[in-house]
């Protein structure tokens, strides 16, 4: 976890206070179970459960004393809430393994922080759709290869942003039925000393679904589902990010992050206004992929679980999720205060002498009657000669005095296919698919 | 693609006349929606399909020869249709970029390659299904950090095998809906030059969604999503690998892949019988997850597209979906020949002197009134010397000999404790939930 | 292995044949030291190196096919050689085990690739270097964050990628001694039944160091840093590529990739140039990179050795240094024949209206006396009016007007502030620097 | 940064004062050097280190302070410096950009980071060493596949590991070489307002290499070279790890991690002692591997440089050291206390009825005048038969009263086959060429 890229509400899920209060209620709802099975006193989940109304305080250091001579975090746990509840608190973790605990925690942990990032989502659904009908007709250049295509409009670009976030969306709720489950199953996952009835009512109360079978351990394969699908969405983040990196180009400045007065971007050059937020967005994308790879290599535990996964959590728990979610916060906020320069956009559109039409005549001379092959051998020498004027010749002139285009297109033919408003036609359908 | 990992029917949709017989169809369903509106003549469409209707070659090397004067696939590709059905041909590819042909045809590719990895899993979940069965109360040891913990059955570990892939079956159907969407919507995505009513038309006849909003491609977040599921797929295989590999250990051998006779193990060692198959199987997900990082990189497309995510596909498209096809069909081999040996099983779970069984008198003691902490520490300084004995002693007789213990619990109650059946009482409940 | 993307040379390194030539000489090469050693008779050697010198064709169908019966690849070959031999073939692999013969004969595959990577390295950085002096004080802009910065030559960025491959060069001369060891030590490593003799002689007949200790493989630590350098390698390509394309934007347009008369840029666009060569760079890039995660899963085999890396290898060998060798050469024939324009780079560096030269104005003021945060502020509000303006005001002009400026700096000051070649007077330092 | 993984010296590499201390010198330096050309005032570098000679607190949280507003890190330090130092400060920075500080800072870093590694890697290769020459001929099963094959000593095992971390130091100071270098060269590295001998007073102050060539930063293919170095060095961990976990499998037993006297393995079964340390280490190992994919990424900068490597690099710079040093530390202990059980290594040894002395009569038999294919059966159906029972029948017992065999070899020369001694008549061989 890096401090300048994380915010609280996500940081605090992963703090040691958190964890231990996860752990209490697991623990106390399975007593409350284990009470009315009749396996333990009503009175050991009372004691647990009054005493955690008088809002205690965790007192995480006292827990990490215990553990440095226990070595083992769970016990040193039980040890310390004995201690403050007193002898009621001996039939607590009854017939169940640590696991049941720490495995279960880090559902409602994960559970939790895809809580935290559909919010995140949400948001940044929302200020990408008020800026797409901003924009749902400011025309600007589609680039293929990064060379001047056809026209589009901004709108459209941030529709195809809503529907990749909207996608992402789908994917995260997913994400999240596959680690949101509730395993207490005991020490190899059969229920010897723990009633499986004991599971489904924690898993109730934390509102969980039940692991139809665990061994020691909730299986993997969720987790690596889980974090595969946050790098998806990291990867969308950096689309977008490179796009506007893109469009704030010195060439293109289409586009700008929102800069502050009094900001300065560089030590050495006052003049420069860089992309350094959607650059930033670019390397935390990195970042948040890079939990993939460990995340699919923690899959194959041996036999019935060994530990390997443990560490490698304490990592890409937080740091993905973390990382994911100041990343998500931040695109939204670039989003939300972009600076457009239509003029710009429609400057550069038209920069390059009426190329970005040649496919429409290409398209008219084919109806008319010649062969694809001639027809694009007529486009493309005129359209050359344009290319290398660098866009001070124009395609529709040059059109106009080539005898082989006028005998099958007329003058005015050939005006009406550099009209803007023929490639905005469908951009209503278009909406009306994303948006609904 | 390596062709020893290769099965027949998923390396022949990559190859080069499978790729054809998609361009072909998404072609002339194309023609015969435009002709339908009106835009093309009814004549072409009907001799694109004539000619379809005649079977013919796909002759491929006059396709190549083609493409090295163009440089262009798609148009190499068109030109020899062309040649092939006459003037009519012209009007094929109205309106469109090669795009819309080339990612709908990748679509359908995967859509493909999905059902036949679907019919995969089908089988891998009968034959786990069937071996379950057959094992449900075969006792075995469970292990965590590859330690003895306490009993389990063969069946069992059949069961969470059954509900991983059960999983990545269901992982698999969300991942072919991201990938089976259709896009003609040319050059860049607003279907200036082609009506949308063509790419639901198209969508519909291939079994496809419409994909609602494209630039000049199909945006990569869902390839990456599909690539990530595979990954996820590989490193389920690579864990049942992984603990058929642990069984088949010399001091373990509870389990061994078939071994046919004539095989030969060893060039030099006649006596081994190694686990190859499932050794292989461990690589092979490997080779499998090492699509998911490229195809994550893939989704930052410059603008409405550049072309670096091409080379990377026809590396990942057919080795990730070929590969994981042979080695779900191995693995589902592997499951449905395995030879298993209840008696070393049983020898195995007894050569720790009732170590296994240490939980169940721990809990005992607790019950009788002893603190949590008393309790381990009587169960473990019994334990310890069983351990140290490696296993010639046996913890029940230390533990009728410790007058700590005997205080608590008579022998007979301590005879219970080390009862088996007890360990297997919740098997049907773990069967119905998996198995229904 | 791709064959668009797959030269010649290093296809056949990988091919069936080759490996098995590669095989036979280390068989036979080790019969001979057994000979010597009194281990085997002569005439076995002799044997094998007078059919060896009838250049015998492999007849790798006959191999494959008693392959099938086996199960055995090794036993198989040396089965056919005998066969071919006769009687006294029965000699060979006299105390030796598969894995001497194949993990050594690995060693020879990828020694032999990294030559002709070596090789290719040495053409791109010729080709480089060339274009470096010939570039050598071409004036463009430098930027950062995409933004317009200060002046650099385009032979700077030449030089920079030349030490940049003269960097990777080194770092594959030091993984190509990584890999280039050769281990006949037997089943376990342990010399029992081969004498080292036998490997020492065989090493220095193929030109390899004897592995140290092996086990009954040659470590997997070699050849993950092996296949670790290809991908910083590629990585390095990829940056050179997206030079390349950045260079060739639309808005840019500074360089180009040379495009062949009768190229067609796009089926639906005649007038497109796009810059597909260091895209399709790009994704490749991607693609070897994509063999170093596994090359790392790879280093971690159970005890003396599982055969899990093998179905890795027989991927990531060849694709990895087959891909690799096919981006070297095309980066090379794209640097080679790159359109340079430096009357656009002049022209773009010259659009922002001086704004590249406040650095060097506020250097000045600070100089003249005034605090850098004062000097800061006063360049600053000059320098966003230009920014504003879209270059239409020049910051000289605005500097000249501002009396806060005038009264530290004179016009003749300010003018000798915005010359160019002030930029470049320490070129001739870095390029003996990096060409030496 | 996970606490629990990390030692302070090498965490406090990365905190904020260590940073700005670095920062600090290179400014000094740099002003220094400055000062000695004439461009600046001496008595300016005389205020910076008379300050400094102060040994000045640095208060991070007004640093931070500055930050708040400026938005500019280097911005923020040195107005913090001016504010400490006072007028005479103004001059430091002259014609640098933030990046020259912030690059060679983080060579510093990973310079003093590789330094802290190389200490771990001899600490690890000494206590390896220590081990290898106590067990240098204790006999132990060598296992392929897992499968018993021959017999290897533990000491082998060791050297095994020994020559693969002196391979891993070798790497490590050639990563260290990768990053250790110098950049002073101004906004976009053409030293237009800085002269390069001020790059080679602050490198050689620093202890560092002159960067031959920069842009605005350090090339960042040094770093993917040294973050891959790193991964490959987990790697080799992990595989000692695994073999350690293995080794104390339950059936196996032939080494253990070190338990100490009141740790508690399990909260539910006092019995277990589970290899936790080195399960861990194949965590940890995951968690180093993954910076390799995002290092690799920050390759491909734009232009003259984006910052998209920055935030990555605030993530992997110290994860990746911090946890590569715990680990190396953490394998030390566990090499240095393992528990080593020579007599279970001789029980399983001998627990497969004499198989693994069966390649040795094959030799035997062939040597004696059968094809290789006639021996290999005579001994593979007696080796089965010892095989099935379990190791109950003695593959002795069995060839001698197998015919076919006596017929070849006598009783007396098959005992011979048998002997242990034979194996390890090269272990001194291996030792010298491993430790010299």
């Not at 605090?12 to 206070?17: G, I, S, T, V």
């Not at 990010?241 to 006052?270: C, D, N, W």
């Amino acid at each position: 976890m890096v401090p300048r890229y994380a915010r609280p509400a996500m940081t605090a899920l992963w703090e040691p206070e958190a964890k231990y209060r996860i752990w209490f209620e697991i623990e106390a709802h399975a007593t409350q179970k284990l009470a009315d099975l009749g396996v333990v006193p009503q009175s050991a989940a009372k004691a647990l459960w009054d005493w955690w109304a008088t809002n205690p305080a965790i007192d995480v250091a006292a827990i990490d004393a215990i553990e440095a001579v226990t070595k083992h975090d769970v016990i040193a746990f039980l040890d310390w809430v004995a201690r403050e509840v007193g002898e009621e608190a001996r039939f607590m973790h009854q017939g169940m393994t640590s696991s049941d605990v720490l495995d279960t925690t880090l559902s409602v942990q994960l559970a939790r922080a895809s809580d935290i990032l559909l919010a995140d989502l949400d948001a940044l659904l929302a200020a990408i759709r008020t800026r797409a009908e901003e924009h749902k007709y400011t025309p600007t250049i589609g680039r293929s290869h990064g060379i001047h295509a056809e026209p589009v409009t901004f709108g459209l670009k941030l529709a195809e942003a809503y529907a990749e976030f909207a996608r992402c969306r789908n994917r995260l709720i997913a994400a999240r039925a596959e680690i949101a489950t509730c395993a207490i199953s005991g020490a190899v996952g059969t229920f010897a000393n723990v009633d499986p009835a004991v599971e489904e009512y924690v898993a109730q109360k934390l509102g969980l679904a039940v692991e139809p079978v665990s061994t020691q351990v909730i299986p993997r394969d969720r987790h690596a589902m889980f974090f595969a699908t946050l790098g998806v969405i990291a990867s969308s983040i950096e689309r977008v990010a490179v796009e506007i990196r893109h469009l704030q180009r010195t060439e293109v400045l289409e586009a700008e992050e929102y800069f502050s007065p009094g900001q300065k971007g560089s030590s050495a050059m006052p003049h420069k206004r860089n992309p350094i937020l959607t650059e930033n967005l670019t390397g935390l994308a990195r970042v948040v992929r890079a939990a993939v790879t460990p995340a699919l290599e923690n899959v194959a535990l041996w036999h019935e679980r060994d530990i390997s996964h443990s560490s490698v959590e304490r990592y890409i728990g937080p740091d993905a999720t973390i990382t994911l979610d100041f990343a998500l916060a931040r695109l939204t906020g670039v989003i939300d205060k972009l600076l457009v320069y239509p003029a710009r956009m429609e400057k550069n559109m038209n920069r390059m002498g009426g190329l970005i039409h040649s496919q429409r005549v290409l398209l008219a001379l084919t109806q008319a009657g010649l062969t694809r092959d001639e027809s694009y051998r007529l486009v493309q020498r005129n359209a050359m000669k344009v290319w290398e004027s660098d866009g001070d010749l124009s395609l529709l002139d040059l059109l106009k005095a080539d005898a082989d285009v006028t005998a099958a297109l007329t003058p005015s033919q050939l005006d009406e296919k550099f009209d803007l408003a023929y490639h905005f036609k469908h951009v209503d359908t278009i909406f009306a698919r994303v948006f609904g």
